[in-house]
């Protein structure tokens, strides 16, 4: 028979068992998505040598950085329940802004960054105040932003292309130079992915965006600060992308208009395909960066095969259908073996 001291206890392991049981589900999504991704790359090099030689490997993990960079930007947005889908837009924008002040001049890495960055929170903020403060739905602030931006970025450019000999030596340097054989973009990303993984997990306020994502209305009422946050989270999406558009003009040189374009829903099927759940809540930017360069290895398995570049999206779809209804399928067991523990408490009162 329970007593009323024994309650305490027995909620306490209840809540521990649950969240372990939470870790549990999505360590396991992690770790299914890992070995989906050692067997394409092993199938693919079985098929074809070159894929793992050392110049195919250092294509992989290039083209998977910026892809990566977005996909933890975008799980901070996610995980409290909203979404951006203006990232692809602002990876344009300061693409291309970046060129214009970094072409024919001797302006330093450093400086081109920041002013990518800057630009990114400039959005980002916009963004972040409308859902956040204006409480307009997310998908419409960020569809808007998506198409303004663009807009922007069109009516700027006036069909300009910025080529690579214009832009100085360092900038390029950054997108082609390596230490140790290893590219810098993939450190870079890696370095960022390592520090937000941190900050999510041993700060409060990391962990208020996940309580912000499980339910708002339990949040609000235990003190924290929603809008603050959330519009914090859309500044940290912001920067994130437009720190990528200058990434992206290192790496490329050449940048027009429409940079990174269609790059939103990408961005979004990784971070699902990943466990980050799209109602919010649940995930981890690990597993984000494991969707990322899932679908990344994907593509560049497909042209190593010479398959039809057509698949590419309709795996991804695919992908990011079977990844929603597991969200589901889990949330809805989870509830019911929650609900079954509780009740079982009660009768043990």
Known sequence: ??????????????????????????????????GAL??????????????????GVKDLLLNASILVLLAVGQSVVVVTRNIDLSVGSVVGLSAFACGQFAAGTDHGVLTVMLLGTALGVGCGLVSGALVSFGRVPALVVTLGMLYIIQGLDY????????????????????????????????????????????????YRSGRELYAIGSSPEAARLAGVPIRRRILAAYAFSGAVAGFAGALWLARFGTVVADNAHGWELTVVSAVVVGGV???????????????????????????????????????????????ITVDRIVSLRMTAALRKRSARHGNGA
């Not at 340097?173 to 997990?201: M, N, Q």
């Not at 398995?301 to 990011?320: N, P, R, Y």
């Open 1 to 34: 028979m329970t007593t009323l001291l024994d309650r305490p206890a027995d909620a306490g392991r209840d809540e521990r068992s649950a969240r372990s049981l939470v870790d549990a589900v999505f360590r396991a999504r992690e770790i299914s998505i890992a």
């Open 277 to 323: 759940a799209i109602t919010g809540g649940t995930g981890t930017v690990w597993g984000a960066a494991l969707g990322a360069l899932l679908l990344t290895t994907i593509g560049s398995a497909l042209v190593v095969l010479k398959v039809d570049a057509f698949w590419q999206g309709a795996i991804t779809g695919a992908l990011l259908l079977a990844a």
């Open 155 to 202: 009516w700027w450019a006036q069909g300009e292309q910025i080529s690579a000999n214009d832009i100085p030596e360092p900038v390029l340097d950054l997108g082609s130079g390596s230490v140790f054989g290893i590219p810098y973009l993939p450190l870079i990303a890696l370095a960022l992915l390592a520090l937000t993984a941190y900050y999510l997990r041993s």
């Open 38 to 55: 050692a067997l394409l790359v092993l199938g693919t090099w079985i098929s074809n040598p070159r894929f793992l030689d050392d110049q």
